[in-house]
């Protein structure tokens, strides 16, 4: 039985260095920026070295869809992340309303579904010696696992060379309650706060004096009401097929950015962190997959020239 179990707060989203090529990763409003059908995966392992250190799966496909007069988007996300003996997974659909603002486009977006949270309580380490007792009461056995509903916003402008977007994530917060996976008794309960967390990016498409190049500034910002953090990037593309380039979280991390676009719709992405408060380094691997998508309308009178 679990007794006098602490509430623990926690922020549940992982950082994605690649954060600029896949804005759909953590705002709904930035879904079917393009004509395209799009899918995103991110692979990122934090901490390098380090036992449980944080990793991040993030899978993203989004597409446009013809709604009468309009073209709208819609998209799925999955997630799953470990940090510790904390796993969190993520399944999610998207949609994003689009309409012409300002001689810009403006998308509003919603994101809905289920985060599940999992604790793996044998994996708890307890020191022997005096002070320490191996059946304390308040310690779980086995697996921990909560799940809730979630939800999420964000709108996404774009204007020419330049966009903007904001979006909250687990809007709704709320209680996760973590139940032993065999146990049905209220009081067997761990649980946790979902945090909201903010983000504000936008960016810039910079055309240089050789037209083979273009210059990509962007930032990051976001915050879950108690920390912040910020990504202060820049992309330099050659000749739309290649790029680098170097992303920067002030106090934390410098990161240097390569990837490819293939002709057939392939692209593939990589990026190293290296830490400037410890000895080590994060990998992050994006591969990206376009194809047109025909969201013309269709006109349903047919002429024949034909006489029977």
């Given at each position: 039985?679990?007794t ?5 707060m ?8 690649q ?6 990763a953590f ?9 395209d059908?799009n899918?995103?995966?991110?692979f ?8 449980n250190a ?10 446009p869809?013809?709604?009468g ?11 799953n ?6 796993k969190?997974?993520?399944?999610q659909?998207?949609y994003?309303h689009?309409f ?7 998308s ?9 949270q ?6 708890i380490?307890?020191p022997s ?6 059946s304390?009461?308040?310690?779980p056995?086995g697996d921990?696992?909560?799940?809730i509903?979630?939800?999420?916003l964000?709108?996404?402008?774009t204007?020419g ?16 309650k ?10 067997d ?5 979902v945090?909201?967390?903010i983000?504000f ?6 055309s240089?004096?050789?037209p ?10 976001k915050s879950?009401f ?7 990037a820049?992309?330099?593309?050659y ?10 979280r002030p106090?934390?991390?410098?990161g240097?950015?390569?990837?490819m676009?293939?002709e057939f ?9 290296v ?13 990206g997959?376009?194809k047109k998508i025909?969201t013309?309308?269709?006109n349903?009178?047919q002429k024949s020239?034909?006489?029977?």
């Amino acid at each position: 039985m679990l007794t006098n179990l602490p509430q623990l707060m926690a922020q549940f989203d992982g950082q994605l260095t690649q954060y600029m090529l896949n804005a759909a990763a953590f705002n709904p409003g930035g879904i079917a920026l393009n004509s395209d059908m799009n899918v995103h995966l991110h692979f990122r392992e934090q901490w390098t070295g380090f036992e449980n250190a944080p990793s991040t799966f993030n899978l993203q496909a989004n597409m446009p869809v013809r709604m009468g007069e309009k073209v709208n988007g819609i998209g799925l996300l999955m997630v799953n992340e470990s940090i510790g003996l904390f796993k969190t997974q993520w399944f999610q659909a998207q949609y994003a309303h689009k309409f012409k603002l300002w001689q810009g486009t403006l998308s509003a977006g919603v994101q809905g579904g289920l985060l599940q949270q999992n604790f793996d309580a044998s994996g708890i380490y307890i020191p022997s010696g005096d002070g320490f007792s191996q059946s304390d009461a308040s310690i779980p056995d086995g697996d921990l696992e909560g799940m809730i509903p979630d939800v999420s916003l964000g709108l996404w402008y774009t204007r020419g060379p330049w966009y903007a977007g904001l979006s909250c994530s687990h809007l709704i917060g709320g209680k996760l309650k973590l139940n032993p996976e065999e146990s049905t008794e209220e009081e067997d309960v761990a649980t946790m706060r979902v945090s909201q967390t903010i983000y504000f990016t936008g960016g810039y498409n910079i055309s240089l004096k050789n037209p083979l190049f273009t210059l990509q500034p962007s930032f990051l910002l976001k915050s879950d009401f108690v920390a912040w953090q910020a990504d202060l990037a820049a992309i330099l593309h050659y000749n739309k097929q290649f790029w680098g380039g170097v992303d920067w979280r002030p106090g934390s991390d410098l990161g240097f950015l390569v990837g490819m676009n293939f002709e057939f719709g392939l692209s593939i992405g990589y990026s190293f962190d290296v830490s400037m408060q410890q000895a080590t380094g994060s990998h992050e691997v994006m591969i990206g997959y376009r194809k047109k998508i025909d969201t013309s309308k269709i006109n349903k009178q047919q002429k024949s020239i034909r006489l029977l």
